[in-house]
């Protein structure tokens, strides 16, 4: 849904902003580097970006699409600054319930755990299209990268995602 | 729909950061120091992220429009449609 | 599960520069809607939206050509899971505005079976017309569309291959009210 564009005065509602907004930022930041802590960390250095920032913003619709665009960066800066990237090895990724059972409640996490063993691009790809719902184009736009990347990554990691689960016996083919 | 997409969805589902993270981003944002770079370099910098901020904000724009527009001649062009196709069914 | 799928867009002008034809005051159909479409695109929107029209598409194409002459598009679209949630009243509040001089009805259609209606008006003001509403109803359907400015039919029937567009057909005797 577009939203209804509202004008941001100057000295606007920071904390309703905040409100809004919170749930969103701190998800693309944990689903991305699947580390609570340190996704509370990045997503209060956002918020405090778009503090110091506040008088550049248009719109209400503009505060999401900046605070999302700077989640985004941040991120993807945080985990390139990390000693070593989130590696989990399949055999620590928690066994399906059983074979062929349609509610897996461990699934949920697998997929999070498996997403995090994603290279950068690709992960971010997926958490944007999945989490946020954007379409290629608003991805492509948001990380600044072709539109065919963006599709390439996506269909290469639904294969990737799909063959493992399928391998470790979460769902049949 | 994918199984494997709706899974995705549901495991990437949007959740809250803890209870007392508002609180702790405005206490935050109560403390933060003066900025001591030179004047002329904080306006360059803030006119970079503006810019590149607006550019980009501008696209998103152009592009929500453009989704409005088609929707609006899709969903125009399919009553026509129908009403075309009433209209070759009640003649002989 | 109710699914509602709105999709929204009012420009950031205010309401008094909007140029739509019609006075709609149909918000309350939108709360009965499973799925409900709300468009107002006034002329600086559409010129906008124009620019990142594809022109190598051959459907924006057809689109970019014929919002060049437009004023602004105007679409009020609800669709509904149980049989009555419109009434009369709302179906008459469109057609009394359709009965000033300038409006003609060019076609009407109604089909008894399926309960179905649909109709065609255009605005003529010194022989051009200036804009055209389509207004189609149905057991569990309420849908007017008001695309404003030099709209022809011709143009309409331009985009005939591109959504489904049929050629439209004027009807033989055009009824004045």
């Not at chain 1, 509610?103 to 997403?115: K, W, Y």
């Not at chain 2, 030179?38 to 989704?67: C, D, F, M």
């Not at chain 3, 179906?91 to 060019?106: F, M, T």
């Amino acid at each position: 849904m577009t939203e209804l564009e509202t004008v941001v005065q100057p000295g606007c509602d920071f904390a309703a902003l905040m409100r809004e907004h919170r749930a969103m930022v701190f998800s693309v930041v944990y689903h991305f580097l699947h580390d609570r802590d340190t996704a509370e960390e990045i997503a209060q250095d956002v918020f405090l970006s778009l503090h110091r920032n506040l008088r550049a913003i248009q719109s209400a619709a503009h505060a999401g699409f900046w605070l999302r665009k700077v989640a985004v960066q941040r991120s993807i800066d945080a985990s390139r600054k990390r000693m070593r990237r989130p590696q989990v090895a399949l055999e620590d990724v928690a066994e399906p319930v059983a074979r062929g059972v349609p509610a897996d409640p461990m699934l949920g996490e697998t997929l999070r755990r498996l997403i995090a063993t994603l290279p950068e691009t690709p992960r971010m790809v997926i958490v944007l299209r999945y989490q946020e719902d954007l379409d290629p184009t608003e991805i492509a736009n948001l990380m600044a990268i072709p539109v065919s990347t963006v599709k390439s990554h996506l269909q290469r990691s639904l294969a990737l995602l799909r063959e493992k689960l399928v391998r470790r016996g979460v769902r049949e083919e | 729909m994918d199984w494997l997409e709706d899974e995705l969805r549901q495991a990437l589902r949007r959740k809250d950061p803890s209870p007392d993270f508002e609180a702790r981003v405005m206490a935050a944002a109560r403390r933060r120091p003066v900025l001591t770079m030179p004047r002329w370099l904080a306006a360059a910098a803030a006119l970079l992220v503006i810019t590149s901020a607006g550019l980009g904000y501008r696209y998103h724009r152009g592009q929500a429009a453009k989704a409005q527009v088609m929707t609006a001649m899709r969903l125009t062009g399919s009553k026509l449609s129908r009403i075309q196709m009433q209209i070759k069914a009640a003649r002989p | 599960m109710r699914i509602v799928r709105t999709v929204t867009l009012a420009c950031a002008v205010a309401a008094a520069l909007w140029a739509q034809q019609l006075k709609l005051n149909l918000d309350h159909l939108a709360g009965k809607a499973s799925d409900s479409v709300d468009v107002s695109l006034n002329n600086s929107m559409l010129q906008f939206a124009a620019k990142f029209l594809d022109g190598k598409d051959p459907d924006e194409a057809a689109v970019k050509r014929l919002i060049a002459g437009i004023d602004g598009i105007y679409i009020r679209s609800y669709e509904f899971k149980q049989d009555g949630a419109w009434s009369q009243a709302d179906l008459d509040q469109v057609r009394n505005q359709l009965k000033a001089p300038d409006w003609s009805r060019i076609l009407g259609i109604k089909s008894a079976e399926e309960g179905d209606s649909a109709e065609v008006h255009v605005c003529n003001q010194n022989g051009k017309i200036t804009g055209v509403v389509i207004l189609v109803t149905g057991a569990k359907e309420f849908t007017v569309a008001n695309i404003v400015g030099a709209v022809s039919l011709e143009s309409l029937a331009d985009l005939g291959g591109h959504f489904g567009l049929p050629r439209l057909e004027q009807q033989k005797g055009t009824k004045k009210r």
